[in-house]
């Protein structure tokens, strides 16, 4: 008799949690493709391969959620990739930085894209999709534009030293590469964040509602810009990781972390209206992305299948979102009587 | 007061942006305008654009977005060529079974958006990357090659694919018949107060006896068949289909309707804005060919020109919404309207 | 008054004609502004323009701004070539039918058509009046030739965009390449938004090499899938030889140090020189090339030539 309640509460209480049904997702797709792929998939191969796909696309991933959470969308991340790489390229290539310096230039360059993002989105009324789409033309253009200008040429072949490849480029067990350690140092600190510096009740406050959010003496401008600055950051650091892992930044590389990011975030149960979602459902939504875009490789099923799965994806974690809510407030209300 | 009434229209920041945007390349690029007004290449690009530009226009106004668009497109090509190309069925088929495609996402994006509370951004896209996958799948499952040609008969040529002088493709005509429709719709049927409403307040317009679950289905089947129907003009006019491209448009598209004058809000919004919105990104982008302007630079001039567009759009509303707060006959017009 | 200043305005109009006229206006159509390549071809082309402008000529240098509606847009410049009154086009017929019915039409308007690059098939269909270039499938026998005849048995060709004829075309040529010297290929093509995801584009390979230890070499389309090559080697210490079509200074270096084995190069500088100069000359000095087609490619870069590429890379010609 006392069990029964406690399980009904734990169901209810998962069920009612945003990440419930991504969980759920993941645990199909892991499932399938383990089937499907075998021991390489199920083995450090698989591991690696999702987990590395995931610590580069989760990165932004965790960022742009913040903001979709606090109801914004942030589409520059796509054109601040090649932008930080090419910036640490240029400036440790042509103008002999070191490397400390050229990455921090790198990072820098997010930093203030992210602020002209926070800017406008705060200052206007514009919605923050046309903003950012504005940004990430105008920074795709002063990108190709002033390598040229600089280099020559859209590619930049970049040696870094030791510590720079060891802290950001290296590969830990010959397949796992660091960049999955900052994505966990990521998660920890937006986790920390949203759930449990009070930081976390401002974003949620503003995505639920900004005029009250306004009201309630949130300093709702200063919030945009810093979480704006927050997913500049993180596309640059993507950035700085790529031309350091692979030693070569392009002008083209970036554009698909824009739909990825927001698809791993959706997939993870956050609501693009704002107010409601979890960093770990973000985690979860990342993973299932990525098992689904590398699983594809190890199961041998044509790779364009991964796209219809994706989409199909997308779209039941999105019309459950509303459902598992339902299902929970049914579940306690029958509970109750 | 006659400035008052220029700035409440939607297109006023449109048509400024348009002068700016020349005005730049000809003080800027010594750009001959002559060679400018007389090149096919931007009213083309127009053409394919503003075909699309158009129906997601009207979902814009109505508060909401199609992005699916940019898998439609190849998606349309796709399976006119697989139909009539791979299969040898007639072209009418061929055709007809493109724009049923599009009639069927359309009503897939529809039923999703009206029976869930989900923007449809995300709705989109979603059936944005499922459409890409089938469309890939099935071109290699059905014609074992990802890229299938096929050869219309003169007269689909000519009605769907036709170079007109040249130069000009015929989807240009098909460009102005779609405005004067959808100009219709929007400024004259009663439907478009029906739009205009449905993007100023949901509730309070299915509460005014607006069918607005239907009306939204119908837009999306619009914009994602419109979408099909460039894609079969260009697999008419260049005799193949390929599945790749296609993406660029979900930005040029969004690009342009909302230099255009359109609130991605909802309820503010012409089909004159859309039109002109649609040729500033076609000149912004073909015209720096006619400029001294490094190439490079064209990305960085559309981001300029979009935020500066929407500034100006923005503060013309707030122009016009102050100098209508003065008049309080006309207020509750401008209020339902926003 | 009215009078003298249509007359100026006519005297004005008939000067700019003439001028046009004498000026013998080229016009160089490329493909993105984007790609790397094209910047080999670009200096090419500004090599050539010296010539040209010496001899009282002028080159105008087009490009699309990507590839995403690449046969439309490659339309759209020929037509605005056309109508800018060039008196010639040097272009590559990437999307032939998309190109062959504007191209026809330039020519019949009296443009003289110069092809490079791409397109060797159908040379006669538009009239060119010579070729300079590789061509995909030469090149692909090329590459898959190199890779069996330095021991491979089994080579992935990776496609980073399905559906892309050319790129077909350039495994197609491996494929039959390879078979002529006893070694089997698998076509290996990644989701379009993998493209340019060199992580992704990695943990693919990884699982084509863990799934079947048989694959010795690697092929890739796209620069950067050699960057993902040696990734994927990196993790998995598969023994691989790695190749790649066309190279970037980052692809050389690898050459050098061993991890990438080759890329295949058709020699953009000459393409873009050669074209462009060939096509002046042939207006302004009635010159013909007694050779036709002229192959700039393909051109295997390894550790044996890695170094002179090397020098010329750092000039922009390489």
Same mark, same amino acid.
């Given at each position: 008799m006392t069990t029964k309640p406690t399980a009904g509460i734990t169901l209810r209480h998962l069920a009612s949690r945003p990440e419930a049904g991504s969980f759920v997702g993941m645990i199909a797709v892991y499932v399938f493709f383990a089937l499907m792929g075998g021991a390489n998939f199920i083995g450090a191969p698989g591991i690696s391969s999702v987990l590395n796909m995931s610590s580069e696309v989760g990165i932004i991933a965790l960022s742009v959620g913040l903001l979709m959470i606090a109801g914004q969308l942030d589409m520059s991340v796509g054109s601040v990739v090649p932008a930080s790489s090419l910036t640490v390229s240029l400036l440790a290539v042509d103008f002999g930085v070191p490397d400390i310096l050229a990455i921090l230039g790198g990072l820098a360059v997010g930093l203030a894209i992210g602020f002209v993002n926070g800017v406008l989105v705060s200052r206007t009324r514009i919605p923050s999709l046309i903003i950012t789409i504005g940004t990430m033309f105008g920074v795709m253009g002063l990108t190709l534009g002033l390598t040229i200008l600089i280099h020559g040429s859209t590619g930049v072949f970049l040696v870094p030293g030791d510590a720079a490849k060891a802290v950001f480029g290296q590969l830990i067990r010959n397949m796992f590469q660091v960049s999955i350690l900052w994505w966990a140092v990521f998660v920890a600190v937006i986790y920390g964040l949203l759930h449990v510096s009070p930081l976390?009740?401002?974003?949620?406050?503003?995505?639920?509602?900004?005029?009250?959010?306004?009201?309630?003496?949130?300093?709702?401008?200063?919030?945009?810009?810093g979480l704006y600055m927050l997913s500049g950051f993180s596309a640059a650091f993507v950035g700085v990781s790529q031309v350091m892992t692979f030693n070569a930044a392009q002008v083209a590389a970036g554009q698909t972390f824009i739909f990825n990011s927001i698809m791993c975030v959706v997939i993870g149960g956050v609501l693009l209206t704002g107010g409601a979602g979890s960093v770990l459902g973000i985690v979860l939504g990342t993973l299932t992305f990525c098992i689904v875009n590398q699983g594809i490789f190890f199961s041998g099923l044509d790779p364009n299948y991964g796209s219809i799965i994706i989409g199909a994806l997308l779209l039941i974690a999105v019309m459950t979102n509303d459902k598992f809510r339902a299902m929970a407030l049914a579940l306690s209300a029958g509970r109750r009587s | 007061m006659n400035v008052s009434i220029l700035t409440r229209r939607p297109e006023i920041g449109s048509i400024l942006s348009l002068i700016a945007v020349i005005v730049f390349y000809v003080v800027f690029g010594g750009v001959n305008l002559g060679k400018l007004a007389g090149a096919a290449s931007w009213v083309n690009l127009a053409a394919n654009l503003g075909i699309v530009a158009l129906p997601v226009g009207l979902l814009m106004i109505a508060g909401e977005i199609d992005i699916s668009i940019g898998a439609m497109i190849p998606a349309g090509s796709m399976t006119v060529a697989i139909l009539s190309g791979h299969f040898g069925l007639p072209i009418g088929v061929g055709i007809a079974g493109a724009l049923a495609l599009g009639l069927l996402?359309?009503?897939?994006?529809?039923? +999703? &958006?009206?029976r869930t509370t989900v923007p449809t951004l995300i709705i989109t896209l979603g059936t944005l990357m499922a459409v890409q996958g089938i469309i890939l799948s099935s071109a290699m499952l059905l014609a074992g090659n990802a890229s299938v040609s096929l050869t219309p008969p003169d007269w689909a040529k000519t009605v769907f694919g036709m170079l007109i002088a040249g130069k000009y493709?015929?989807?240009?005509?098909?460009?102005?018949?779609?405005?004067?429709?959808?100009?219709?719709?929007?400024?004259?049927?009663?439907?478009?107060?029906?739009?205009?409403?449905?993007?100023?307040?949901?509730?309070?317009?299915?509460?005014?006896?607006?069918?607005?679950?239907?009306?939204? +289905? &119908?837009?999306?089947?619009?914009?994602?068949?419109a979408a099909a129907f460039v894609g079969i003009c260009g697999a008419i006019q260049f005799n193949s289909a390929q599945v790749s491209g296609g993406m660029g448009y979900i930005f040029n598209t969004i690009v342009s309707v909302v230099v255009g004058g359109v609130l991605l809000t909802g309820g503010f919004g012409s089909v004159l804005g859309i039109l002109v919105g649609t040729v500033t990104f076609a000149i912004v982008s073909q015209g720096i060919y006619f400029t001294q302007i490094e190439r490079n630079w064209s990305n960085l001039i559309i981001g300029v020109t979009l935020l500066l567009a929407v500034g100006m759009n923005e503060s013309f509303r707030n122009f016009a919404m102050r100098s209508v707060r003065k008049k309080p006959r006309v207020r509750k017009e401008i209020a339902a309207g926003r | 008054m009215k009078l003298s200043l249509k007359a100026l305005a006519t005297a004005t109009g008939l000067s700019l004609l003439s001028g046009a006229a004498m000026a013998q206006e080229i016009v160089v159509i490329a493909g993105s502004v984007e790609d790397a390549f094209m910047d080999k071809i670009k200096k090419g082309v500004d090599d050539a323009t010296t010539m040209v402008t010496a001899n009282g000529g002028t080159v105008q240098f087009l490009r699309t701004q990507n590839y995403e509606n690449f046969g439309p847009d490659l339309v759209t410049l020929i037509n605005q070539a056309v109508a800018q009154g060039a008196k010639g086009i040097a272009i590559p017929v990437w999307v032939p039918d998309a190109q062959i019915p504007a191209l026809k039409a330039a020519r019949d308007a009296g443009v003289v058509i110069m092809q490079y690059n791409s397109g060797l098939p159908v040379m006669k269909d538009i009239g060119a009046i010579n070729y300079f270039g590789s061509d995909e499938y030469a090149a692909g026998v090329g590459g898959g030739k190199y890779l069996a005849e330095h021991g491979a048995k089994h080579i992935v060709c990776h496609i980073q965009v399905p559906g892309a004829i050319n790129l077909t075309e350039r495994c197609k040529g491996v494929t039959d390449g390879a078979k002529e010297a006893g070694a089997t290929v698998t076509v290996l093509e990644t989701p379009p938004n993998l493209d340019g995801d060199v992580t992704g584009t990695a943990e693919a390979f990884k699982a084509a090499l863990i799934g079947?230890?048989?694959?010795?070499?690697?092929?890739?389309?796209?620069?950067?899938?050699?960057?993902?090559?040696?990734?994927?080697?990196?993790?998995?210490?598969?023994?691989?030889?790695?190749?790649?079509?066309?190279?970037?200074?980052?692809?050389?270096?690898?050459?050098?140090?061993?991890?990438?084995?080759?890329?295949?190069?058709?020699?953009?500088?000459l393409q873009g020189f050669l074209a462009t100069s060939m096509l002046f000359a042939h207006l302004k000095f009635g010159t013909n090339i007694s050779t036709n087609p002229v192959l700039t490619g393909p051109a295997i870069i390894d550790a044996a030539n890695v170094d002179a590429v090397v020098a010329g890379a750092a000039l922009g010609a390489r």
């Open positions: 976390g009740n401002w974003i949620f406050a503003l995505g639920g509602d900004k005029e009250s959010a306004r009201n309630a003496g949130i300093p709702t401008g200063k919030l945009t810009i | 996402v359309g009503l897939v994006n529809g039923l +999703i &958006a009206t493709q015929v989807i240009i005509c098909w460009w102005a018949g779609f405005a004067a429709v959808f100009y219709w719709v929007l400024h004259v049927s009663p439907l478009g107060n029906w739009i205009y409403a449905m993007g100023g307040d949901q509730t309070s317009a299915r509460n005014a006896g607006i069918p607005t679950a239907r009306l939204k +289905i &119908a837009l999306f089947m619009l914009s994602s068949t | 079947d230890p048989s694959i010795d070499a690697l092929v890739s389309c796209a620069d950067f899938g050699a960057a993902a090559a040696v990734n994927a080697v990196e993790q998995t210490g598969a023994k691989l030889q790695i190749g790649a079509f066309d190279f970037s200074p980052a692809s050389l270096d690898r050459i050098k140090a061993g991890t990438q084995t080759m890329a295949i190069d058709q020699q953009p500088y």
